[in-house]
């Protein structure tokens, strides 16, 4: 079961790569740490302790200034050419929540509502690949020939349909119908350079129970069966569900824009994590 499976069962990531990101703070902490130095000791010869009272605050405020100062510097002004080119197709609506690990990609098709979920945890966790036993790293000033986005991204699908309604006139009186709402298809799948891996494939048969992200859903969940494994499926079934994905647009294109913007939004995450915790120090 993926990791946005439990997050959805709750009672219940052109940009850097993370190697090179990580790489990137690490140099410029230890930057910081050498500039940093001589500030600190000044001071630590305050008479008067600042902010909490802890003999550390001052400088680990500081340390965090700095830092901060240094991802606001190398940030690009305003919003990225990727997102821009991405909101102007006008398919799908992202659900953004600041401070929230998870981003929702929602949109229309016909009378589906389908929903995609995703999670930044997975560009927190990601290490850096560790070469096979007999092979070489690359040598310095060779070109990698990696992909940008080699890293997986969990993702959650679910595919939602209207109950169908309609109205009949009984002398003279409207009367509103109410159809039986279809439930909902949920799908399990791993994003990796530019490819939507399926794991599984789950049908609910009451729509709230499969879509809402509440304990209650989630307890009910646990009973159901959740379908096959994706590749134990025959071939051609295979095939009609990869068309069912592409004509709603779960596609090549989206399947790199994720990544993308999981790394945009850990960024963005992290540059507002130096702020809250900088803030807090200084109180």
Not at 68 to 82: I, N, S, T, V
Not at 240 to 255: C, P, T, V, Y
Request: hydrophobic share 40%; aromatic share 10%.
């Amino acid at each position: 079961m993926s990791a946005i499976r439990a997050l959805c069962q709750l009672s219940l990531p052109s940009s850097r790569a993370i190697a090179s990101r990580a790489a990137t703070r690490s140099v410029a902490r230890s930057a910081l740490a050498a500039r940093i130095a001589p500030v600190a000791s000044r001071a630590f010869s305050v008479s008067t302790r600042r902010m909490g009272e802890g003999a550390t605050d001052v400088a680990l405020a500081q340390r965090l200034a700095e830092e901060l100062k240094y991802e606001q510097d190398a940030a690009a002004p305003g919003e990225p050419d990727f997102l821009k080119a991405f909101k102007a197709q006008g398919t799908w609506a992202i659900e953004d929540v600041a401070g929230m690990d998870e981003v929702s990609l929602t949109r229309k098709f016909g009378n589906e509502d389908i929903r995609l979920i995703f999670s930044i945890a997975d560009l927190q966790t990601e290490q850096e690949p560790e070469f096979e036993e007999g092979e070489e790293a690359t040598e310095e000033g060779e070109e990698s020939e990696l992909p940008l986005h080699s890293y997986p991204i969990r993702c959650s699908l679910s595919f939602t349909k209207a109950s169908g309604s309609f109205t009949l006139v009984l002398f003279g009186t409207d009367v509103s119908l109410q159809g039986n709402a279809p439930g909902a298809l949920t799908i399990d799948a791993m994003c990796q350079e530019g490819t939507f891996v399926i794991d599984n494939i789950s049908y609910y048969n009451d729509a709230k129970v499969g879509t809402e992200l509440t304990a209650e859903a989630d307890w009910k969940r646990r009973g159901y069966y959740l379908g096959p494994q994706f590749d134990t499926l025959d071939i051609s079934l295979q095939d009609e569900f990869d068309k069912f994905l592409q004509e709603r647009g779960i596609n090549q294109s989206l399947a790199y824009f994720i990544p993308e913007y999981a790394e945009y939004k850990e960024q963005k995450e992290y540059v507002s994590w130096l702020k809250n915790v900088k803030g807090f120090v200084e109180a």
